[in-house]
């Protein structure tokens, strides 16, 4: 299996900051990596996929890049609606998923 | 619009069988018929409080693909005549505690990102 870590576990930030939330896989999974933002008590919602494309829908102040091992999701501008768990998954192989990076308000 | 939706008990006894079903509306499982490519169908759970973990994914013609971890007790299986995708899950126990999810695939793989999904039933192994 290919184990997928995101760092931080819990990121504290304002309005209007810049966030970044990093994964990174065991081994290389390519660009095939995609992300997702939870909010309590709903399922997940997909964000982007093959690290960098917005899925239809997604603000675009949601962008990811990276490639091979290390890959970043940034939020340009945090929106009160973005206060919510995120979760990376890889699927190069039989798919995986970061532990995920909560986003609490200040 | 695709819409999925689980549905099954929400209590089960330890060392006794989870299912569940997933019923797709709003489109069909089968993808798209022009193309003769289908969708991969997926189960995930997330413990309470915990992560999500990736039980396994099923083709619209039967073709299914395991978490290894779970492999030797996990069967899913699709219905298209009903649309429905299923997940038994065989001698459970308190470590399979969990909210169920099912999710759409994306075509040719199984490997792929999971996109619509389900709202979700808790499932609660428990005597």
């Given at each position: ?75 340009s501008s945090l929106q009160p609606d ?25 | 619009?695709?819409?999925l939706q689980e549905s099954g008990p ?84 308190a470590a399979d505690t969990a909210v ?28």
């Open positions: 299996d290919i184990q997928m870590t995101q760092s931080p576990s819990t990121l504290s930030a304002s309005v209007g900051d810049r966030v970044t939330i990093t994964c990174r896989a065991s081994q290389s999974i390519s660009s095939w990596l995609a992300w997702y933002q939870q909010k309590p008590g709903k399922a997940p919602k997909l964000l982007i996929y093959m690290t960098s494309s917005l899925q239809s829908g997604v603000p675009s102040r949601f962008s990811g890049s990276g490639s091979g091992t290390e890959f970043t999701l940034t939020i973005d206060f919510a768990t995120y979760y990376c998954q890889q699927y190069n192989s039989s798919p995986t998923f970061g532990q995920g990076t909560k986003v609490e308000i200040k | 619009q695709l819409q929400g209590l089960v006894k330890p060392s006794e069988t989870l299912s569940l079903t997933c019923t797709v509306s709003g489109g069909s499982i089968r993808g798209g018929s022009i193309s003769r490519t289908g969708y991969y169908w997926g189960w995930i759970r997330q413990p309470p409080g915990k992560g999500l973990e990736w039980i396994g994914s099923i083709y619209y013609s039967g073709n299914t693909y395991y978490n290894p971890s779970l492999k030797s007790r996990v069967i899913i299986s699709v219905d298209t005549s009903k649309n429905q995708i299923s997940l038994k899950l065989t001698s459970v126990t169920y999810y099912c999710a759409r695939q994306g075509v040719v793989t199984p490997n792929n990102w999971f996109d619509p999904w389900g709202q979700g039933i808790l499932v609660s192994v428990s005597a």
